[in-house]
């Protein structure tokens, strides 16, 4: 392979590791974002049950005060019973008592339901609690596996960026715009490989003369169909041929 073919192979690879660092650079801060949402998310949840629990009590308390207001209901029934002097009133009062007695059973069971609602609340507050745990303390763990990423994402980057400065210094400046050039129009691809007959980057077969002269890797040849710079790399049979 001719040495000016080499240094756009060597400077494709160097400029595509480039362009896949910045992009991963670029993915980190909605990484972050992502575990800030998640957070967040659990965080509304447990807000939403503790609502709940306290809508719960507030029902409970409610109740409760209906159950004294009945129970001072029926104390004076119960004084009022001397007061009675006919069997007509004696049984009016009764139905009174019956009445508030029935009354206070209702209240009472609505109270247990709510008390078996407040253990599932109490359960879903501690599970949401939980989950607030687990979401911040994951989000630590991968927030310093971020920073680390970063970092050594940069550091690639400012390496790649010295090896491509020794790459450059081959090549000449019209060729280099040319590769440049390809690389702005073709989605940062100017230097791709010929896979049989075929270019690897638009899948255009290409004619018998130009696989001819890509075989030989000794002069710069372009696909006729996407302009990138074509190489051949033979296998592992024709390279001990």
Do not use: W
């Not at 109740?63 to 007509?88: G, I, Y």
């Not at 019956?98 to 599970?127: F, G, P, Y």
């Not at 970063?150 to 000449?172: M, N, P």
């Not at 002269?213 to 040849?221: A, K, L, T």
């Amino acid at each position: 392979m001719i040495p000016a073919l080499a240094s756009l192979l060597a400077l494709q690879k160097l400029d595509s590791a480039a362009d896949d660092a910045a992009k991963r650079l670029e993915e980190l801060p909605a990484v972050e974002a992502a575990l800030d949402e998640r957070v967040a998310a659990a965080a509304t949840a447990v807000d939403a049950a503790r609502a709940r629990l306290a809508e719960n009590h507030a029902a409970r308390r409610t109740l409760e005060k209906d159950v004294a207001a009945v129970d001072a209901r029926l104390a004076r029934f119960n004084d009022h019973k001397a007061a009675v002097k006919t069997n007509q009133e004696f049984t009016a009062l009764l139905s009174e008592i019956d009445t508030a007695r029935a009354e206070k059973d209702r209240i009472e069971e609505r109270i247990l339901l709510l008390l078996e609602e407040a253990d599932a609340i109490e359960a879903d507050v501690a599970a949401a609690e939980a989950d607030v745990a687990a979401a911040r303390k994951d989000g630590e763990a991968t927030r310093r596996e971020l920073a680390s990423e970063h970092k050594a994402l940069e550091e690639r980057i400012a390496t790649i960026d010295v090896t491509r400065k020794g790459e450059l210094a081959g090549l000449e400046p019209a060729l280099l715009a040319r590769y440049q050039q390809l690389r702005k129009g073709r989605r940062g691809i100017a230097v791709t490989a010929m896979t049989g007959e075929i270019c690897s980057a638009c899948l255009i077969r290409l004619r018998p003369h130009v696989v001819q002269q890509v075989r030989r890797n000794d002069e710069i040849v372009q696909c006729e169909s996407c302009q990138r710079i074509l190489y051949f790399e033979p296998g592992p049979d024709e390279a001990g041929a």
